[in-house]
């Protein structure tokens, strides 16, 4: 992968909001893509719209990677497809999710990454997490219940169910690609593309299986949904990933993590605001809860992380966005994390824990 910029500029050189907004940004897109998701796929084109995504995509990242997917070994390789192949089974879920329950439901049952993540990775180490984490981690389970209910009690929407099981897949890849020491070092843009070509595959295997077929679904697009097909693959994939890689480099990973976990409040108001989401009073209780309980998971999973002053790791060394991930289908961030599956930035990949939709 081309050298990115050094890591010179440093909060006291330049204004924090100038490396925050950015990074605000790919929040309020990933929020965003819940709904263009939603739009755009349907219980027979989800296959096809995947794979139009991801061909649309890795190419472009193939170009940025270069050199990187050259110098990859066989076991980063191999390790790499079987990570894209457990990122497609995310995308999968998490797109069919969203064609079944709302964009608002989605990005808010998807943000229990957040907290299934960390206890995941405590079951892993065998150690205990703080009381306020687990308060935290109640307080949005109980806000994902009243959230499905939406204005009275009623069994939760086959979507809602799929957005919880694609929240645990997403553990599981986050957790995968953690714990794969042979992916520490690996150029995170190299690894990008060994993913997305591992999805891919996945995705051009199922789809002679598939209701509709990639070619008819394209063929079919109109001008506005391929508008809305390049937004996905090339906003909340590319830009995503280039602009948490400037980033990281100018302020802490801990500081954009947190950044990026408004993406739930954005999915939600969004969803509200442009799609036309009426969660109703229970609804809309749940969804302050997940807000609430998410963001204090985050914090509580590692105190202190985030003060004004915050600035680039000491070490020089760069570090992978800390969350407290992955972008529905997205392109695609406890344990470090992207929601797209995307490495992190150079010294260590780090899966999404968050994920914004197909």
Avoid at 13 to 42: C, F, M, Q
Wanted: proline share 6%; charged share 10%; glycine share 12%.
């Amino acid at each position: 992968m081309p050298p990115l910029p050094s890591r010179t500029a440093r909060p006291g050189n330049r204004p924090l909001w100038l490396i925050d907004v950015p990074v605000v940004l790919v929040a309020v897109v990933w929020g965003s893509s819940y709904l263009a998701a939603k739009e755009l796929a349907t219980t027979a084109t989800v296959i096809a719209l995947l794979l139009l995504r991801f061909l649309v995509a890795t190419p472009v990242m193939a170009l940025v990677a270069g050199r990187g997917l050259t110098r990859l070994s066989v076991r980063e390789t191999g390790a790499g497809l079987v990570l894209g192949m457990l990122l497609s089974g995310v995308l999968v879920l998490e797109t069919f999710g969203v064609v079944h329950t709302s964009a608002t439901n989605a990005g808010l049952i998807i943000s229990l990454t957040m907290i299934f993540t960390p206890l995941a990775e405590a079951v892993a180490t065998r150690t205990r997490p703080t009381g306020a984490f687990l308060g935290a981690a109640a307080l949005s389970v109980a806000g994902v219940a009243l959230l499905t209910q939406g204005s009275g009690f009623t069994a939760p929407s086959s979507g809602d169910l799929l957005m919880l099981l694609a929240a645990v897949a997403r553990t599981v890849h986050v957790m995968a690609m953690s714990r794969m020491k042979s992916l520490r070092t690996t150029d995170s843009g190299a690894l990008t593309v060994v993913q997305f070509t591992g999805a891919i595959a996945v995705f051009a295997l199922a789809s002679p299986f598939a209701a509709a077929s990639p070619l008819d679904v394209a063929a079919a697009y109109s001008a506005q949904q391929w508008t809305a097909l390049l937004y996905l693959a090339l906003m909340c994939t590319l830009f995503a990933f280039f602009v948490q890689m400037w980033a990281v480099r100018r302020t802490s990973p801990s500081r954009v993590s947190l950044l990026l976990g408004t993406e739930p409040l954005w999915a939600a108001v969004i969803g509200v605001a442009a799609g036309g989401d009426r969660p109703g009073l229970l609804g809309a209780a749940g969804a302050v809860l997940v807000l609430i309980g998410t963001t204090w998971g985050r914090q509580a999973a590692a105190p202190g992380a985030v003060t004004e002053g915050d600035g680039p790791a000491a070490s020089g060394e760069d570090e992978p966005v800390a969350a407290p991930e992955g972008g529905s289908a997205g392109a695609e961030g406890g344990s470090t994390g992207r929601k797209d599956g995307s490495a992190a930035a150079e010294g260590g990949p780090a899966p999404a824990q968050q994920a914004g939709a197909a």
